[in-house]
C-alpha cells in the first residue's frame, strides 16, 4: 500500500466517484478517495484491496496529507452547494498551486464563480464534465476540461488515460478558459435530451402506426445501430425494447409509467439559449415534453374528454424506412442547434470553442456518442469558420435524403394524432432556417403600429416609423 504521495484525489464516493478512482488506479495512478460518508469508504477499500493503488478515508487531513503536491483533487458530488460546502472542507488543508477539478454538472456561472474566489486564495480550479454514467466512469468516460490550461496539463496524462479512446485518441481535450468544461457538458445533455425526444417518439410512431411488435422494434433499433444512426442512444434503445419483465409477464417497456424526471440540465441548455438569443427548438421541446408527462393526471382525464382519433395503420417497410431518414434528420438537426449554441457561447463568454475537438471527444464514453459526430467534426475542421452545421455541403445531402421522409412521418403522426413534438420542431426549425424570407415583416409593422418600435426596409438604409392609425 502506498503511504503518502498518491497522485490523485476524489471527493465523492458515491457510484460514479468509486468507479471514477478505480479507474484511474486500473490505468497505473495511486489514487485516494474521500467521502464523509464511512460506509462508501470501506466499501472503496474492500473494492480496491487487490490494488496497491487505492485508498480511502472519511477524515479530511488524512486525506490531503496522502496526496502529492500539486495535489489534484476531483470532485464527483451534486452540483449546487454541497460543491461549496466541499471546497470550504478542503480549503484549510490545500497548499498554494494545487488544483481543484469539478466534474458533477455543475451550471457554468457558478463555476466561473469559485474560479475567481480560489484563484484568490491560490488555488487552480477548474470544470471538467464528465459523461458516460456509472460504466463510462469505470471503462473510459467523455471528460470535458475547461479552466486554467497550466493546471489541466497537470492532470492531462491522468485523463487521457481514463478517458475513452476512439481509435485510440482518448476523448478528452483542453476546451478553453474559465467554465468552458460545465458549459460544453450543458450543452452535451441539452442534445442528450433532444435526441432521446427524438427517438422516443419514432418508437411511439412505429408502435401505434407500424403495429410494430416490442421484439420486433428491438432489431430495427438493432438494425439502425449498425447503419448511420450508429450511436449509443439507439443501441440502448435496442436492449431496452427486449428486456423482459422480471416480476410479470410481457417487456418491462410497457410496465414503466410514462412520467420522465430532469435533474436540469437540458433546462439550463434552454434558458441559456434564450439568453445568448439562439434558436434550439428541439432542445427546448424535449424539456417540455417532460413536463408533459409529468402532467399525468391531467392528460388522464382530457383523454376522457377529448375523442382520440383511431390510427390508420401504414405498411411496415414503409413506415420503418422512412422512420429511419425522420430519425436520422431529427438527430442531424439537434446536434446543429447545439453545436450553433456552442458557436454563439464561445464568442459571447470567450471560451474559444474548437467545435471539432468537441465532436471528436464526444465520439465515445459519452451519452451522446454516435457515428455521425466523425462527420461533424470533419465538417467544423474543414472550416473553421463555419457558423452552421445545416451551411455544410456534406450535410446539405443528408438533409435533402432525409427531408422528404421527415415530412411524411410528421404529416402521418399529426393526421392521426400522435405527438411528434421533437420532429415536428426539428422540421420547423429547418424549414425556417432554410427560408430567404419569413413573415416576420408583419411583426416589425405590428410592433411599429402599436408601439412606434420602428422597421427597416428592404429597399433603402435607415429606421423607419410610419404613423398608422389616423388619430384625429
Ligand atoms: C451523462 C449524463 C449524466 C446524467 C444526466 C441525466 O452525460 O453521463 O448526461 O450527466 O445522466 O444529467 O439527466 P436528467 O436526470 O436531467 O435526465
Partial sequence: ????????????????????????????????GHDLDEIKVESLITEGRDSEKINASSNVETFTNSLSVPRKILLLVPAG???????????????????LIDSGNSFFTDTNRREEYLKSKGIHFFGAGISGGARGARLGPSIMPGGSEEAYEEVQPIFEAVAAKFNGEPCVAYLGPKSAGNYVKMVHNGIEYGLMQLTSEIYDILKKL????????????????????????????????????EHANGYLIDKI????????????????????????????????????????????????????????????????KAAEEALYFGFVLTYAQGFHQLTEASMEYGYEFEPSTIARIWRAGCIIRAGLLEEIATAYSKNKKLSHLLLDMS????????????????????????????????????????????????????????????YERIDREGIFHTEWEDLK
Avoid: C
Wanted: aromatic share 8%; glycine share 10%.
Fill in 81 to 99: 452547494t454541497i460543491v461549496d460546502t466541499v471546497i470550504e472542507s478542503l480549503l484549510p488543508h490545500l497548499d498554494k498551486g494545487d488544483i
Fill in 210 to 245: 407500424g403495429g410494430f411488435s416490442n421484439a420486433e422494434l428491438h432489431e430495427i433499433f438493432k438494425k439502425w445501430n449498425e447503419g448511420r444512426l450508429q450511436s449509443y442512444l439507439v443501441e440502448i434503445t435496442s436492449e431496452i425494447l427486449k428486456k423482459e419483465d
Fill in 257 to 320: 409509467l410514462d412520467k420522465a424526471k430532469q435533474k436540469g440540465t437540458g433546462k439550463w441548455t434552454s434558458q441559456n439559449a434564450m439568453d445568448l438569443g439562439i434558436p434550439i427548438p428541439s432542445i427546448d421541446i424535449a424539456v417540455s415534453m417532460r413536463e408533459v408527462s409529468a402532467m399525468k393526471e391531467e392528460r388522464e382525464k382530457a383523454s376522457g374528454l377529448y375523442k382520440s382519433l383511431g390510427t390508420e395503420k401504414v405498411g411496415k417497410d414503409e413506415l420503418e
Fill in 395 to 454: 450535410f446539405v445531402n443528408k438533409i435533402e435524403s432525409t427531408l422528404q421522409s421527415a415530412r411524411k412521418i410528421i404529416s402521418a403522426a399529426i393526421k392521426n394524432g400522435i405527438p411528434l413534438p421533437g420532429h415536428t420542431n426539428s422540421l420547423t426549425y429547418f424549414d425556417a432556417f432554410r427560408s430567404k424570407k419569413l413573415p416576420l415583416n408583419l411583426i416589425q409593422a405590428q410592433r411599429d403600429y402599436f408601439g412606434s418600435h420602428t
Fill in 1 to 32: 500500500m502506498v503511504e503518502f504521495g498518491y497522485d490523485f484525489g476524489l471527493v465523492g464516493l458515491g457510484v460514479m466517484g468509486r468507479n471514477f478512482i478505480l479507474n484511474v488506479a486500473d490505468n497505473g495512478f495511486s489514487a485516494f
